[in-house]
Structures are given as C-alpha cells and as structure tokens.
C-alpha cells in the first residue's frame, strides 16, 4: 500500500514538472510564456480576461501599475494591501503551475508603485540617497522593501537600475536620482546589495536599462531617443561587472538608439546589441525583457507586428506590454499571441527562437519559492 502511496506521488510529481516543462506546452503557450501584459482590474476572478489569458495561453506574467490613465479616480492594480494580496493570490490561481510572475517597478524614490497612500511604507530612497547610509542600514532598508513586496505576493521587482548617471541634462535617470552614481564599480556595489536583498525575500530582479540610459537627454516614453553621442563604453561596466559576479535574473533592454553598437535599430529591436553585444560578448545566458514596446521611442516607428518581430529576432525572451502609457492602444493577449503565431508561420522567426527562449524562461520561474 505504501508503495502503491509513493507511486502515485511520484506520479503526481512527474505530471506537475511535465506541465511546467517547455516541451509539454503549446505552440500558443510557448507563445503565450514569452509576453508579460499589463490590464485593467483590481480583482483577477476566473471569468475575468486576465485570468482567462493566464490559463489559456501560459502568459510569463503581469506587470501591474497603481496609476489608472483610464479613470484617475479609480486604481489600475493597486488599491490597498489587502486588495493588492488578494489579487495577487487569485492571478497565481489561474496559473496551471502557480509561478506566475507578478512584476512592479519598484526602486525607491519616484519609482515605487506600493505608495504611503495605499497603506504601505512608500518612503524607500532613491537611488542617490540611498548609496549615502552604511550597507547595513541599506540592507535593512531594501531587506524591508524585499519583505513588503513578498507580503503581497509580487515576485518581481524590475529593478535595480544600473545606468550611470553622467548627463546632468538627463530628467528620467539623473534629474530622478534613480542611478547609484557615475563610478561603475559604484553602481555594481550597490545595486548587489539591492539584488542581495530582494533574492533574501524570494524576489526576483532585472537590471536596467541596457545598454545604458544614462547618458540620454529624451525620454523614451515619450518618443525616438539618440544616444551615440553622448554614451560612453562605461555604461556597459555595470553589466559585465555582475554578470561576472552572480547568476544575473534578467536584464531589461532600452529603447535608446546608440549607432555605435548599431546603425540601424534601437537596442531593443537588434540583434548585434542583444544577442551580439549582451550575449556573445558579455556572457550573458539569463532572461532579457524588453522595455515596454508600446513606448513612444518605438510605437512611433515602427507597427506593432514589426516591433514584435525584430524583437524576438533581436534575442528578447519576454516581450513587455504595459497596456499603460495610452488607453488607445491597449492591446490584447489573444492579438500578441495571433501576431507571433503569424510570423512563425510565416518563418519571419523561427521556432528553435521560441523554444530557446522559453528555456531561458522556465529556469527563471524556477527560481521562485
């Protein structure tokens, strides 16, 4: 009896790790694992879109926003934490292996989605200031951020933020304080303790904004930003400093245009800087996520299907949709999914890509508690 007991653990064990297995899934759910999608809703019932996109196509996850540029009377995601923890919990039950990836951009300073006013701590420090307190009073802080975060159940912190901040004219790193300073091995020092912190707590980490957003003077929310004049070889310091040093979660690509790694595309949209530049030459095994692709700096130029083509061709392993900067352009799961589906039937990207992608993604949802 015992055994036949055992067995059927056994049994029960091989068919969980089957499911989650890149192989046991779908060309749509392969699809569906490279596309991490914003939406609107402070609950994720069964019947509701979002949940029902999580269990239809496998979705790698949710990025979720407090700001509702819809209606700014009502919240997007994030209400209260109470709201926030019961939302998380019902998007984790409409995934078949409960490893959902539950995002926020959470750093500190202007950029901290769990606000004073929802009810939580909502004071972390940018980046600036917190480099200025002993390392152990800002392992205590961002230990506490780590913490904060897991007792709502997100597991994704799109942070550290390890561009360099050497354009004063720069307004969305420099002017913010969202960058550690202008010395790499600086940044790469603290933002270890950042990632140390949030790894303490079971969260996951992305660096950002490769190949170095910096040294910019526009924003790329807004529209087409040039930096092969200003950048400098040192942003990319940071990178190979912790790619050297640890097992790197993932690493966000910018929408920068930098002519000196590439002629013709932005850094998210190129193969030479991802799979060339990050890859080849930095070692670089882990996941790359684009910047939102419904950005200015890209949405301006280039239609949706094009975006979405290069930027799997570029070497991007999950493909961000905000579905956040303009309520005219949300776009929906099944519409990703029919566009990717289209390019590889059409071979404009090929399905070795995929599968290489959802290996690389797999292993990171591993990672989770």
């Known amino acids: 009896m015992l055994r036949l007991l055992l ?67 009502k919240a997007k995601n994030i209400a209260n934490k109470k709201q926030l923890a019961q939302l998380t919990k019902e998007l984790q039950a409409c995934s078949s292996h409960r490893k959902l990836l539950i995002a926020v951009d959470q750093e500190g300073g202007r950029v901290q989605r769990l606000k004073s006013k ?66 790499p091995k600086s940044v790469a020092y603290y933002s270890n303790i950042f990632i140390n912190s949030m790894h303490r707590n079971g969260i996951l980490t992305s660096l950002k904004h490769f190949p170095g957003h910096g040294s910019s003077t526009g924003d790329t929310h807004k529209g087409f930003v040039d930096v092969t004049t200003q950048w400098k070889k040192s942003e990319l310091e940071p990178y190979r400093l912790l790619i050297e040093k640890r097992d790197i979660d993932s690493i966000m690509v910018a929408h920068v245009m930098n002519k000196n790694l590439d002629k013709n595309y932005p850094a998210t949209l190129s193969s030479k800087i991802i799979n060339g530049k990050l890859r080849k030459e930095l070692g670089f095994n882990g996941v790359v996520i684009t910047d939102d692709l419904q950005m200015g700096a890209i949405s301006q130029r280039y239609s949706l299907k094009q975006r979405i083509k290069l930027a799997i061709n570029a070497g991007n392993d999950i493909l961000l949709f905000g579905n956040q900067l303009d309520p005219k352009s949300v776009v929906s799961t099944k519409k990703l999914v029919n566009i990717i589906r289209n390019l590889l039937e059409s071979k404009d990207i090929k399905l070795e890509t995929i599968n290489r992608a959802n290996t690389r993604i797999t292993k990171l949802k591993g990672k989770l508690q």
């Not at 949710?62 to 009377?73: E, S, T």
């Open 118 to 183: 929802y009810g939580f701590y909502g004071k972390f420090p940018k980046a600036s200031d917190a480099k200025k307190v002993s390392e152990q009073k800002l392992e205590k802080t961002y230990n506490k951020m780590g913490a904060e975060l897991k007792s709502v159940g997100i597991n994704y912190n799109l942070a550290p933020v390890v561009d360099l901040a050497i354009n004063k004219k720069n307004h969305v790193i420099y002017g913010l304080g969202r960058s550690f300073g202008s010395n």
């Open 7 to 73: 067995l059927g653990s056994f049994a029960i064990l091989f068919f969980t790790s089957s499911l989650f297995s890149s192989n046991a899934l779908s060309i749509e759910q392969k699809i569906g694992n490279m596309l991490m999608v914003g939406f609107y809703g402070t609950t994720a019932k069964l019947q509701s879109q979002i949940c029902k996109d999580i269990r239809k196509y496998n979705i790698a996850g949710v990025i979720l926003f407090d700001f509702n540029p819809v209606n700014r009377k």
